[in-house]
């Protein structure tokens, strides 16, 4: 019994990494040995599509807890929160301007160059040409760029990159912490794979971080 509340705790803390959610309600089956859960109730911001929310939902319950879960028992509900002014200021994200990706030898190098309105920001990152390795590498370039942007350096890190199957596609999900002696946040950023899985996880690293980078820069 104990050991279920924790994961419905958990899930909780979880999807409200998820941009725009406000609040995390899990309504679950605590009676039986298997973890089965009824309802998920989601208030969130309107800033974002209730079906967006609701794939961030299905990709974080298959990825992190490995729970085929259905996505009618999501409900979600939508209010006006913060400052109109604030809301408008971050409605202007970096946009991806180009992505590069050389191979040689053993090595990788990606560059990534981020734009924001006439401005862009150009960021290299090298490692190891492992399949594991290569989509950290794209993230941690992409993060670079956003350092260059906020004129700060090392406020976020890459936590962890997951590809996972959502129906008939692919997505990637990018889980990125913010690096604080004060507190502890995970954010978390989702792109769909179309084509191209480099875009795809630049996009996803933007995702997680573009609506709060005002507050930082």
């Given at each position: 019994?104990?050991?279920?509340?924790n994961?419905?705790?958990?899930?909780?803390?979880?999807?409200?990494?998820?941009?725009?959610?406000?609040?995390?309600?899990?309504?679950?089956e605590?009676?039986?040995?298997?973890?089965n859960?009824?309802?998920?109730?989601?208030?969130?911001?309107?800033?974002?599509?209730?079906?967006?929310?609701?794939?961030?939902?299905?990709?974080?319950?298959s990825?992190?807890?490995?729970?085929?879960?259905?996505?009618?028992?999501?409900?979600?509900?939508?209010?006006?929160?913060?400052?109109?002014?604030?809301?408008?200021?971050?409605?202007?994200?970096?946009?991806?301007a180009?992505?590069d990706?050389?191979?040689?030898?053993?090595q990788?190098?990606?560059?990534?160059?981020?734009?924001?309105?006439?401005?862009?920001?150009?960021?290299?990152?090298?490692?190891p040409n492992?399949?594991?390795?290569?989509?950290r590498?794209?993230?941690?370039?992409?993060?670079?760029?956003?350092?260059?942007?906020?004129?700060?350096?090392?406020?976020?890190?890459?936590?962890?990159?997951?590809?996972?199957?959502?129906?008939?596609?692919?997505?990637v999900?990018?889980?990125?912490?913010?690096?604080?002696?004060?507190?502890?946040?995970?954010?978390?950023?989702?792109?769909?794979?179309?084509?191209?899985?480099?875009?795809?996880?630049?996009?996803a690293?933007?995702?997680?971080?573009?609506?709060?980078?005002?507050?930082?820069?």
């Amino acid at each position: 019994m104990e050991n279920m509340q924790n994961l419905s705790l958990e899930i909780e803390k979880i999807l409200k990494c998820i941009p725009g959610v406000l609040f995390t309600k899990v309504v679950s089956e605590e009676n039986i040995e298997d973890f089965n859960i009824d309802e998920i109730h989601i208030v969130a911001t309107t800033e974002r599509n209730p079906k967006q929310i609701s794939r961030d939902i299905q990709s974080i319950m298959s990825a992190k807890f490995n729970l085929d879960f259905d996505h009618k028992k999501v409900s979600i509900a939508q209010i006006e929160y913060g400052n109109t002014a604030n809301t408008a200021q971050s409605n202007k994200r970096l946009k991806i301007a180009s992505i590069d990706y050389a191979i040689k030898g053993n090595q990788v190098k990606a560059e990534v160059i981020l734009q924001y309105d006439d401005k862009t920001y150009t960021a290299e990152e090298i490692g190891p040409n492992t399949l594991s390795n290569v989509y950290r590498i794209l993230a941690n370039a992409t993060l670079n760029a956003i350092h260059q942007y906020i004129d700060r350096e090392h406020v976020f890190a890459i936590e962890d990159i997951e590809r996972v199957k959502i129906g008939k596609k692919e997505a990637v999900i990018v889980a990125v912490s913010i690096v604080s002696s004060e507190y502890e946040e995970i954010l978390l950023g989702s792109a769909l794979i179309k084509g191209d899985i480099r875009e795809a996880v630049v996009k996803a690293t933007l995702d997680a971080l573009n609506r709060g980078l005002p507050k930082f820069s």
